[in-house]
């Protein structure tokens, strides 16, 4: 049988990972500046988590939500002693798009509305609503067109305001640091105007914590950078170092009902393990510390090469924004200095995003290699 080929692949096969290195099956070692998109945070292969992976294994790995399971509320205990959110009501699920679908539903719910606003460059997954209120037509079907999303640039509090005023708004979804966009961010003052027109206006702000969400950006969620208290936020990627799980944190005021929301493999206890197991491992490392401090290391490091235009993002997740297309310089970290990094919708954007163990000899070692490697292509 065939694979459905959907994806353009490197010419890498990756059999082993330890920390923030990669193995091929020739035994090649790569450093790991992407994370696979932003999902590695304690490390490829981190013991704690390896050992309450296979403890709870042999436990048990999976029953249905239709009976207790008390790794549920213990993670709740946590995310919620993480984030300081601990008012909030956690639901999980199994991806990121699972987590903005379930987050755009909750919305329409309660408030009884159904447009989305979303912004410019957004990404927020491939299912049905989350994918509409992606900004890329590419990616939509004409079933998925049938969702009434309008889109915004950041920053326009009139324009917002005059959607919001409409009456017909359910949703108002964002990034705080826009992953596959480009790591652009809102302003302050329009993060408050969100915050506040959302409120006056009854709809939901949803902040999309997907792939900034559980400490890489040095908060432990991006958003939280501001003093707001977004409706909703929705969380996967680092949230199971590999493990697929995602979630969706709910605002105090909105009330839960039977049916709402389902899922038969969201929360099951593998993926309530991995997640405890993630922040034990963040707290005692003191990784959201040390991606804060990392990612300063890695801006000032950035400041001291010509070739490099703009620096955007925060902690560990940062791009790297020169003057021609990156595609080529990608694959020449791969191939011939071992080095992974990310792309994004800006083609002239190299993306960042470590596992937060990352140290700084690795940053060194990239910046180096960075420097040769567009000299190579100059030549
Ligand atoms: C901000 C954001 N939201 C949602 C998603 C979708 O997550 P998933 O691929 O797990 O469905 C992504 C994936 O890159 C993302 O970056």
Redesign the pocket.
């Known amino acids: 049988m065939k694979l459905f080929d959907v994806y353009p692949l490197y010419d890498v096969t990756p059999v082993r990972a330890k920390d923030v290195y990669v193995y091929d099956e020739k035994g090649t070692e790569y450093l790991d500046l992407y994370g696979g998109?932003a999902v590695i945070s304690i490390g490829h292969g981190q013991e704690r988590y390896l050992e309450r992976l296979s403890h709870q294994m042999h436990q048990i790995g999976f029953y249905s939500n239709a009976v207790q399971n008390p790794l549920q509320q213990e993670l709740a205990n946590a995310i919620g002693g993480h984030s300081c959110c601990h008012d909030y009501q956690l639901f999980m699920c199994s991806?990121?798009?699972?987590a903005?679908e379930n987050a755009l539903k909750l919305a329409s719910f309660v408030t009884g509305k159904k447009r989305i606003i979303a912004f410019h460059n957004a990404?927020?997954?491939?299912t049905s609503a989350?994918v509409a209120a992606t900004d890329n037509a590419n990616i939509n079907a004409p079933l998925n067109l049938q969702q009434e999303v309008t889109f915004l640039p950041f920053n326009d509090e009139k324009a917002l305001e005059t959607e919001l005023k409409k009456g017909d708004v359910c949703a108002v979804i964002f990034?705080a640091i826009q992953?596959?966009g480009g790591l652009d961010e809102p302003s302050e003052d329009f993060v408050y105007a969100m915050d506040r027109l959302c409120k006056v206006y009854n709809s939901c702000l949803i902040a999309?914590e997907?792939?900034a969400g559980f400490s890489r950006t040095g908060t432990f969620f991006a958003y939280q950078e501001y003093r707001i208290e977004p409706h909703i936020i929705t969380m996967?990627?680092g949230m199971g170092n590999g493990f697929p799980v995602?979630g969706i944190l709910v605002h105090p005021d909105i009330e839960a009902k039977y049916g709402m929301l389902g899922t038969t493999f969201g929360g099951n206890h593998l993926a309530c393990s991995a997640s405890l197991a993630v922040l034990d491992v963040l707290k005692e490392k003191e990784l959201q510390k040390h991606a804060k401090e990392l990612g300063e290391y890695f801006i000032q490091s950035a400041k001291k090469i010509p070739a490099v235009k703009q620096i955007k993002g925060r902690g560990l997740m940062l791009g790297l924004e020169f003057d021609f297309e990156v595609g080529p310089l990608r694959k020449e970290l791969i191939y011939q200095h071992h080095i992974f990094t990310g792309g994004s919708s800006n083609k002239k954007l190299l993306r960042i995003l470590p596992p937060l163990t990352v140290e700084k000899k690795h940053i060194d070692f990239f910046f180096t290699k960075l420097e040769e490697a567009i000299n190579t292509l100059k030549a």
């Open positions: 998109h991806s990121g798009a699972e903005n990404f927020h997954g491939r989350a990034e992953g596959v999309d997907v792939q996967a990627k995602g």
